[in-house]
């Protein structure tokens, strides 16, 4: 059982699983508003750089739409390969909470 099949407020690694399922990046800032924390604190709960969470990106500056943290500058291989391929970027809670109860439903109705 999948951690998606919870309820309530979503954990980071069902952020991680619903984005990676749709191959969509989020911001920093939507994430964390979304888990209940700054954007600056969405890096603490990623714990480490990897594939899976590099699909929480930076809004702004010279790493927009990319992961900002220094691993991931320093190790092309710790960012996922599809990162990119969707040109879309979810920027506001309101659109990923969507995201994350679209997928749950499905998820639910259709294991």
Not at 83 to 103: F, G, K, M, R
Request: proline share 8%.
């Amino acid at each position: 059982m999948t951690a998606l099949l919870r309820s309530g407020t979503p954990t980071v690694d069902e952020i991680l699983e619903c984005l990676n399922h749709y191959r969509i990046r989020a911001t920093y800032e939507a994430t964390g508003t979304v888990l209940g924390c700054g954007p600056r604190n969405v890096g603490q709960l990623l714990k480490e750089a990897r594939p899976l969470s590099s699909w929480i990106v930076a809004k702004s500056g010279p790493r927009k739409g990319l992961p900002s943290e220094d691993p991931y500058h320093d190790n092309p291989l710790l960012i996922h390969p599809d990162l990119e391929l969707n040109p879309h970027v979810i920027d506001t809670s309101q659109e990923l909470l969507a995201l994350i109860t679209a997928y749950r439903i499905r998820y639910l109705t259709h294991g």
